[in-house]
């Protein structure tokens, strides 16, 4: 298995610029979710899915896009680049959660962006 | 409002000292708590978690964790400190619906031979 896969690794924007970051995985996983590293700041959720067709908004969803066509794919679209959205993506993945418990999370290798 | 604080950036142990790394919780229900490592330039991984049951929980690589409802606290833990533990290591807590989870900021855990 592959796991939790990310594109790109690194990117580079200008600000007011569009992009999408891909994330991928192989386990068959209900529950994927981004989040945003920084320093100082740990991970912050930004959006997450519970299976196909199903997002949500987590703690710093503003600027950002997502959608579920797939249970493989869940990808992260930024609309018009803010300097404010340098930072590192990582996508995760788990079995669903809710009443039946809580399992760990899965890490993609995760994305660098630079918005200048 | 749901967080998790972890009070120190950085600890410093020697190699074959017992480790600790802090972390407290807030929420407001039952929480499940979790441990994941972060090596340079990588993805987290995980490490252990607590749902319920037994307050100690063991995990990977020797790592072990004290759930403490009082002092809401779910502290890291080793006997016995390796180099290449050196890491950075994040606590995150889910309650409620349990689909959304809230990371700490992060202690970087230095182990010197």
């Known amino acids: 298995n592959a796991g939790v896969t990310q594109t790109p690794k690194f990117q580079v924007l200008k600000t007011g610029q569009s992009m999408t970051l891909q994330c991928a995985q192989d386990?068959?996983?209900?529950?994927m979710s981004w989040y945003r590293q920084d320093p100082g700041m740990g991970l912050r959720l930004i959006h997450y899915?519970?299976?196909?067709?199903?997002?949500d908004q987590g703690e710093v969803p503003n600027g950002y896009n997502v959608s579920r066509s797939t249970t493989e794919d869940f990808p992260l679209r930024l609309l018009s680049a803010a300097p404010s959205q340098t930072s590192v993506y990582f996508c995760?993945?788990?079995?669903?959660?809710?009443?039946?418990?809580?399992?760990?999370?899965?890490f993609g290798p995760g994305t660098r962006l630079t918005v200048t | 409002a749901q967080s998790v604080a972890q009070p120190e950036d950085q600890v410093n142990v020697a190699e074959g000292n017992p480790l600790t790394v802090k972390c407290t919780y807030s929420?407001?229900?039952?929480?499940?708590l979790f441990w994941y490592v972060q090596y340079p330039n990588r993805g987290l991984q995980f490490l252990l978690k607590?749902?319920?049951?037994?307050?100690l929980v063991k995990g990977s690589y020797g790592f072990e964790a004290e759930f403490n409802k009082s002092q809401t606290s779910f502290h890291l833990k080793k006997p016995s400190a390796l180099v290449s533990d050196s890491a950075l290591y994040f606590c995150?807590?889910?309650?409620?619906?349990?689909?959304?989870?809230?990371f700490g900021s992060g202690t970087k855990l230095n182990v010197k031979p």
């Open positions: 607590y749902i319920t049951g037994d307050n």
């Open positions: 899915s519970v299976g196909a067709g199903i997002t």
């Open positions: 995760a993945s788990s079995y669903s959660y809710g009443s039946q418990g809580a399992y760990e999370q899965y």
């Open positions: 386990m068959n996983h209900e529950y």
């Open positions: 995150a807590v889910t309650s409620g619906n349990f689909n959304k989870f809230y």
């Open positions: 929420v407001s229900g039952n929480p499940y």
